[in-house]
Nanobody
């Protein structure tokens, strides 16, 4: 089992910044990729960004590319999401997820169903 706990959400004005953190514990050695997803009211959960647990193979959704940065902290065992130039459409509950599947090369998944472990989510609200 892998336990994930998100933190850092909140209310911010458009153009502002927030930093989300996901603390991982348990059988983290089994983790292959970590990702952030988000879900707005009435919408499906969507992929935001992913990173290999060992670092590298970083990928972003087009909607956040150039504004969001995903990173790993090997000392603290966290995955972070730095969010800049936030827009009202970024408002959602943000979830951290872990995928234990092995992929060839730089493979990874953007499907929520591929991720076995999830955090409880943290609310991000961007006001206009």
């Amino acid at each position: 089992q892998v336990q994930l706990v998100e933190s850092g959400g909140g209310l911010v004005q458009a153009g502002g910044s927030l930093r989300l953190s996901c603390a991982a514990s348990g059988r983290t050695f089994s983790t292959n990729h970590m990702a952030w997803f988000r879900q707005a009211p009435g919408k499906e959960r969507e992929f935001v960004a992913a990173i290999r647990w060992s670092g590298g193979n970083i990928n972003y959704a087009d909607s956040v590319k150039g504004r969001f940065t995903i990173s790993r902290d090997n000392v603290k065992n966290t995955v972070n999401l730095e969010m800049n130039t936030l827009k009202p459409e970024d408002t959602a509950v943000y979830y951290c997820a872990a995928d234990v599947r092995l992929y060839s090369g730089n493979g990874y998944s953007r499907r929520a169903g591929a991720y076995e472990y999830w955090g409880q989510g943290t609310q991000v609200t961007v006001s206009s």
